[in-house]
Nanobody, 116 residues
Framework: QVQLVESGGGLVQPGGSLRLSCAGS????????MRWYRQTPGKERELVAG????????DYADSVKGRFTISRDNAKKTVYLQMNALKPEDMAVYYC?????????WGQGTQVTVSA
């Protein structure tokens, strides 16, 4: 079955870095646009970044441009989110997403906490 499994979240100080990973299985990974979203309690899920199938075109929310980098390794069926210069407002649960066979698919999420 389709699975997206995120990892790499944790506690980091403001200004620090984390790299999130999302491993996909059960679908043809390299045929799908991949996205990272984030969500904080009481707020809607926010699109953070997206990457096309070959990994040549990326898109970012204004709030993370210049600090976050999305990338993918199709051989490993994994998409990454490198997060630098983290701010307290980046604290959220981060989710990997793909639209597969017309359905939004989500991972379980990974918590990112930014605190001194």
């Amino acid at each position: 079955q389709v699975q997206l499994v995120e990892s790499g979240g944790g506690l980091v100080q403001p200004g620090g870095s984390l790299r999130l990973s999302c491993a996909g299985s059960g679908f043809t990974f390299d045929m799908h646009y991949m996205r990272w979203y984030r969500q904080t309690p009481g707020k809607e899920r926010e699109l953070v970044a997206g990457i096309d199938r070959p990994g040549s075109t990326t898109d970012y929310a204004d709030s993370v441009k210049g600090r976050f980098t999305i990338s993918r390794d199709n051989a490993k069926k994994t998409v990454y989110l490198q997060m630098n210069a983290l701010k307290p407002e980046d604290m959220a649960v981060y989710y990997c997403n793909a639209v597969i066979w017309g359905l939004d698919r989500w991972g379980q999420g990974t918590q990112v906490t930014v605190s001194a």
